[in-house]
């Protein structure tokens, strides 16, 4: 009956309209995407605003990461249950009600609040927009175009939020920054309404001790991970230790939980295919590896390069015509060739960009040092995120494309998380290291005070290299999964 069901639900999908139903569905998942970085470029708008301190002003960020990462899986499972288009437009309208209430915030618990609030919405967006597109568009052409456009917001979200944020930082205020997300998340859930099936949600028992234990361990998890290299706290502390024991503690849980459970929040089958698996791997290095890069690169060339917001964002847009042209080559080939094959690809120039750009100096410029690595890392995602997206959802029955959707977006917010606080430990340590070899030099000269700024230039290039190093061995690591894991050369044998 439910598969009789879902069948007429495509067929009325397929005669509506699918290029407004991709549209929805891609305005959706680029507003999640982006609003991780577009606050970014805001943070010290938002400082001089509303008084945070340095270590507080983290929390802008991490709040909104911490509940989007910690609630996926439940997002996920909800859809599934409740209905994907019921629970899509539940999860917009959230969103959009949270970032008309950040925008009008004048206190910072009210704007914290507001941001784990948004992230609570986008954890309910961003695995119902996936499984949407593969219950809405039929298999073949029409849903690897529509995987292809998701796969570009996907990773271009990120930078387009480093653009938007510099514009509206520049030209309106930092609360902009957040009201911009209000008409588009209103306009997207009533389009939502029009243009996107309703499907009768499926019978089933909500798995309230999987949810309780996959949430709060997947929350402990990126909590400390997040406050492991902060600048205030250390991987030694007692409230990093304390989170990351519980949340491995808990997720051990979760899983046996899972494995004893008929309708858990992660149906253990999902996990049978080596294919799906080494999907989600190399996702989980994707996330690893890019989300702290494009943080440091933020971070280098307004603070070594001296670019304004609006410049570092700008700085970042030929990433994203170039990612977006390889998406639109992987389209193309992914039905010729299959899904290993651009794997391999992806993950190799992905390692050959990052391994280039640790090779930044001070007096680098922005065409030689950065332009190059850029468009190369940028092929190389384009060429990564389409397969990842087809062969982690390829042989998923409808009623778990929401469970495999959030696995998916799971592993590339964890991966964040691990990867920005590796990186981090290791650009901050050996900036400092730097730091305290020129002040050592400095001090038998007359000119100390002179050459302190461009110490501090170089000590943060030497750091942030040896950050973009470590990034190009995670990809590497991509690499081998690729090779050694995935073993779909065809879409219709990846799933398993």
């Not at 008084?51 to 990462?69: D, K, P």
């Not at 909800?78 to 917009?92: E, H, V």
């Not at 519980?246 to 939980?257: K, R």
């Amino acid at each position: 009956m439910a598969t009789t069901t879902l069948s007429a639900a495509r067929k009325v999908s397929t005669g509506r309209h699918l290029g407004l139903a991709l549209l929805v569905i891609a305005t959706a998942q680029l507003m999640v995407v982006l609003d991780a970085t577009i606050v970014t470029v805001a943070l010290p708008h938002i400082q001089l605003g509303l008084g945070f301190s340095g270590s507080g002003l983290e929390w802008v960020v991490n709040a909104y990461v911490l509940t989007l990462g910690g609630l996926l899986l439940l997002g996920g499972r909800a859809g599934d249950l409740f209905g994907r288009r019921r629970m899509f437009i539940t999860g917009l309208l959230v969103f959009s009600a949270a970032s008309l209430a950040g925008g009008l915030a004048t206190t910072q618990a009210w704007l914290l609040a507001a941001r784990a609030v948004q992230g609570a919405g986008g954890a309910v967006v961003a695995p119902t927009a996936l499984s949407l597109v593969a219950t809405t568009f039929p298999e073949g052409r029409a849903r690897n175009r529509a995987m292809g456009v998701y796969a570009a917001m996907s990773v271009a979200g990120g930078v387009i939020g480093l653009v938007v944020g510099g514009l509206l930082v520049t030209y309106a205020s930092w609360r902009w920054v957040l009201f911009v997300n209000v008409p588009l998340g209103i306009a997207a859930a009533f389009a939502a309404l029009v243009v996107l099936s309703g499907v009768t949600p499926r019978p089933g028992r909500f798995d309230v001790l999987g949810a309780v234990t996959g949430t709060a361990g997947m929350a402990a998890l990126v909590y400390g991970l997040s406050e492991a290299d902060n600048g205030t706290s250390h991987w030694g502390a007692t409230n990093v230790v304390a989170a990351l024991a519980g949340g491995v503690v808990l997720l051990a849980a979760f899983a046996v939980i899972q494995a004893r459970s008929k309708d858990g929040l992660l149906p253990v089958r999902l996990l049978r295919s080596r294919d799906r698996v080494g999907a989600n791997l190399i996702m989980l290095g994707v996330g690893a590896a890019i989300g702290g890069v494009f943080f440091f690169l933020s971070l280098f060339v307004q603070d070594v390069w001296a670019y304004s917001a609006l410049r570092a964002g700008m700085s970042f847009v030929p990433f994203t015509i170039v990612m977006l042209v390889a998406t639109a080559v992987a389209t193309r080939l992914v039905r010729r060739v299959g899904p290993r094959p651009l794997l391999m690809a992806g993950a190799v120039l992905s390692a050959g960009g990052l391994y280039w750009l640790s090779r930044l100096t001070v007096h680098s410029t922005y065409a030689g040092g950065l332009l190059g690595p850029a468009l190369i890392i940028g092929t190389g995602l384009g060429l990564l995120f389409l397969p990842l997206s087809l062969v982690s959802l390829a042989g998923v029955a409808d009623e778990a494309s929401g469970a495999a959707a959030s696995l998916l977006n799971a592993g590339r917010q964890l991966g964040a998380a691990v990867g920005l606080a590796v990186l981090g430990t290791v650009a901050w340590s050996v900036t400092a290291d730097s730091e305290r070899a020129a002040a050592g030099r400095a001090a038998s000269t007359a000119q100390a005070a002179a050459w302190q700024a461009a110490a501090r230039q170089a000590a943060l290039t030497a750091g942030f290299d040896r950050a973009f190093l470590v990034a190009a061995a995670i990809a590497v690591l991509m690499l081998v999964a690729a090779i050694a894991v995935v073993r779909a050369r065809r879409l219709d044998a990846a799933g398993g």
